[in-house]
């Protein structure tokens, strides 16, 4: 079975204070690892797809990156407007492409 | 550029009662999913569909019921309402291949008292 697991549950940051996001898991197969990021009241907006071990992706202040066993999300100097929960979710072989997601992590950046 | 649109955004409805929750997408895509969220849970997997006429259940299907309507469509019934069941439920859609991320509706939240 498909197992994620997020670290911290609540991140505070202040502007411009760098972190990381972890998320750990275990698949059978990894067929991708997906980042989102959801705005209270809203659905999960898809920030990142990573496929294999060693492999990064950017976005704006955000960089995802992937080993065999996890997953961080860096935040480069965050600003407000980063302040969302972040979801790590995996989609493993022979799964038709279901995703089995993290709890998340609820970051707060302040001023 | 609507994306997935689920109806409605919010519902109370009393125990025993049934009703649907409609979703649609207009990325023709080929696979659906209805997810609910809860507190400390995490967003759990009720049952998707691969592709049109096909569908399958996930983590947690006891008490639903979906159905593919056609390509575009994918609704999901609840029976008979039991406040268990009170939640956010996501409607998504993706590709159907390796490595495709999914697409999430707004949610509808859902009251069951």
């Known amino acids: 079975e498909d197992q994620v697991t997020q670290s911290p549950e609540a991140l505070r940051l202040q502007e411009g204070e760098s972190s990381s996001l972890n998320c750990s898991y275990t698949?059978?197969?990894?067929?991708?690892l997906f980042w989102y990021r959801q705005d209270p009241g809203k659905g999960p907006e898809f920030l990142f797809t990573?496929?294999?071990a060693g492999e990064e992706k950017e976005k704006e202040r955000l960089k995802a990156t992937l080993t065999k066993k996890e997953s961080f999300l860096h935040i480069t100097a965050p600003k407000p407007e980063d302040s969302a929960t972040y979801l790590c979710?995996?989609?493993?072989?022979?799964?038709?492409?279901?995703?089995?997601f993290g709890t998340g992590t609820r970051l707060q950046v302040t001023l | 550029n609507a994306g997935v649109t689920q109806t409605p955004k919010f519902q109370v409805l009393k125990t025993g009662q049934s009703m649907t929750l409609q979703c649609a997408q207009d990325?023709?895509?080929?696979?659906m999913y209805w997810y609910r969220q809860d507190p400390g849970m995490g967003l759990r997997l009720i049952y998707y569909?691969?592709?049109?006429?096909?569908?399958d259940k996930g983590e947690v299907p006891n008490g639903y019921n979906v159905s593919r309507l056609n390509k575009r469509e994918f609704s999901l019934r609840l029976e008979s309402a039991a406040p268990s069941q009170t939640s956010v439920y996501f409607c998504?859609?993706?590709?159907?291949?390796?490595?495709?991320?999914?697409?999430f509706g707004q949610g509808t939240r859902l009251t069951v008292v």
């Open positions: 998504a859609s993706s590709e159907g291949t390796r490595g495709r991320g999914a697409f």
């Open positions: 698949v059978s197969g990894l067929r991708g």
């Open positions: 990573l496929y294999s």
């Open positions: 979710a995996v989609q493993g072989a022979g799964t038709a492409s279901k995703l089995t």
């Open positions: 990325m023709n895509h080929n696979s």
């Open positions: 569909s691969a592709s049109e006429g096909t569908t």
